[in-house]
């Protein structure tokens, strides 16, 4: 059974950090790409970043370049996303994601989101 479990979520003032954490299960871990894709209330998902397993190459949407970071921890089956210097505007839920086809928000798999919540 394929799981994604993600975790880490929580209420921090603007200017604050936060990590993210995604254990992946059920499923060849280095043959996929795993992302990182947030909704914020009333709004659209949106890609937040991706990171193929396999070579290491990342992705990052704009809005977070800078501020965010894809890792893995490959022993582990597990995806990090530290976010930095976080603005109200990062507020959403979280969804951390697995699939064969790339960092298109397209993803085979969807875990269960964690709350990120950043007051002013």
């Known amino acids: 059974e394929v799981q994604l479990q993600a975790s880490g979520g929580g209420l921090v003032q603007a200017g604050g950090s936060l990590r993210l954490s995604c254990a992946a299960s059920?499923?060849?871990?280095?043959?996929?790409?795993i992302g990182w894709s947030r909704q914020a209330p009333g709004k659209g998902r949106e890609g937040v970043s991706c990171?193929?397993?396999?070579?290491?190459?990342?992705y990052y949407a704009g809005s977070v370049k800078g501020r965010f970071t894809i890792s893995s921890d490959n022993a582990k089956n597990t995806v990090f996303l530290q976010m930095n210097s976080l603005k109200p505007e990062d507020t959403a839920v979280y969804y951390c994601a697995a699939g064969l086809n790339g960092c298109n928000d397209k993803y085979d798999y969807w875990g269960q989101g964690t709350l990120v919540t950043v007051s002013s």
């Open positions: 990171m193929s397993i396999s070579d290491g190459i990342t």
């Open positions: 059920g499923f060849t871990f280095d043959d996929y790409v």
